[in-house]
């Protein structure tokens, strides 16, 4: 006998189940599953920590998307002009050329030289003015001036400003004997020789040698040293980067420097110099000195007049004093030899040792930790005094020294 066949998804009725009552509710057919979107990675998970999950910010990730295309768009736009600038600046150092030019002037009291690069002037016993300016250029000349400014030749030469390109320019003259200069650069060494009169020279970048002038001196540097000899008068040193030299000048000196050392031999006045970092050398002053220095040694010789000198971090030596001595330093030796006035040293850290000139001394010693040691006359009725005190050294004071 055959059966009847019932569909695959018709279940046989449960003999047993109960008959549905008044107000049963019947069952609902299962939905059709539909496909559903797949889900990012971390969508929807929540944030460390707990919490409840964050939904992403509609936009955000237009917005990331446009950020980062302009950035690609400048850092592409960067390299570009790079590129460029660097092609057209070998074109222009390819092309280049050097190009000399000479003027002659009628003689003034003054002569002001502007430019560039590198100046070298000598005092020459001719009637004229004569100024040769030199350039290196490919695309913009630099830029020509002159101007008579009352008893003053201001002659000017520069570059102008550029993106790309090459530009340089310098001077060399030849001044009659006797006139003035001044001498401005931006970059190059500034030289003057010879007989000339008062000399202001500058550079922002360069050295500064001045020779044989017989007036008064000037002579700046951002970063550069200076080398100074043989001048008649007055001289004053400024250099924030630079060791500084300073050789038989006939009137005072001022000097200061920043990072650099000083030594000065035969100046005919007197001394004043400042230091930042560097040590100071100086021997054969006829009159005061005076020097002050944060960190760096200082010895002195054959001074004639008073010595005053301090310094922060450096050890001292003096020998040879005509007047009166101080000497100061916080970490330091201080050593003295041959002072014919009052004598008075100290020292934070560091010994102090004194070495008399035969004659007997009013002297007053003392040390807070270390030794005492007086092998020397001494007097305390007598008029030169010397006062000795260290913190943490041994202080003596002794006999000439042989």
Do not use: K
């Amino acid at each position: 006998m055959t059966l009847p066949q019932r569909p695959a998804d018709q279940r046989p009725a449960d003999p047993h189940a109960a008959d549905p009552r008044p107000g049963d509710v019947a069952p609902t057919a299962p939905l059709p599953a539909t496909s559903a979107a797949p889900v990012p990675p971390g969508a929807g998970a929540p944030p460390p920590g707990g919490g409840a999950p964050v939904a992403p910010v509609p936009g955000s990730a237009r917005r990331r998307s446009t950020a980062g295309a302009v950035l690609t768009a400048i850092g592409v736009t960067a390299v570009v002009l790079t590129a460029g600038q660097l092609a057209l600046n070998i074109v222009a150092h390819a092309t280049a050329r050097t190009r000399t030019h000479l003027q002659t002037y009628d003689a003034v009291p003054v002569v002001e030289l502007v430019t560039d690069g590198a100046v070298e002037v000598r005092a020459t016993s001719g009637d004229d003015v004569h100024v040769e300016r030199r350039s290196r250029h490919a695309w913009d000349a630099p830029q020509h001036t002159v101007q008579h400014q009352g008893d003053r030749l201001v002659v000017t030469y520069r570059c102008g400003w550029s993106w790309v390109g090459v530009c340089s320019t310098s001077m060399v003259a030849e001044l009659p004997e006797g006139t003035d200069l001044v001498v401005r650069s931006q970059d190059g060494t500034v030289r003057a020789e010879g007989a000339l009169g008062d000399v202001d020279l500058r550079a922002s970048d360069g050295d500064v040698v001045v020779v044989g002038a017989t007036g008064r001196v000037e002579a700046r540097t951002s970063d550069g040293r200076v080398d100074a000899q043989g001048l008649a008068g007055d001289v004053l040193v400024r250099t924030d980067d630079g060791d500084v030299s300073l050789r038989d000048v006939g009137g005072d000196a001022d000097v200061s420097v920043g990072d650099g050392s000083l030594a000065a031999d035969g100046v005919g006045g007197s001394l004043t110099a400042r230091t930042s970092h560097g040590r100071v050398d100086a021997q054969d002053v006829a009159r005061d000195v005076v020097i002050q220095t944060d960190d760096g040694d200082v010895v002195l010789a054959d001074v004639g007049g008073d010595v005053d000198v301090s310094a922060v971090d450096g050890a001292l030596a003096v020998d040879g004093v005509g007047g009166s001595l101080t000497a100061r330093t916080s970490d330091g030796d201080v050593t003295v030899a041959a002072v014919a006035g009052d004598v008075t040293a100290r020292s934070v850290d560091g010994d102090v040792t004194v070495h008399g000139t035969g004659e007997p001394v009013a002297l007053e010693i003392v040390t807070v930790d270390g030794r005492q040691v007086v092998d020397a006359p001494t007097d305390p009725a007598a008029d030169r005094r010397v006062s000795l005190r260290t913190g943490d050294g041994n202080v003596s004071y002794l006999g000439p020294r042989r």
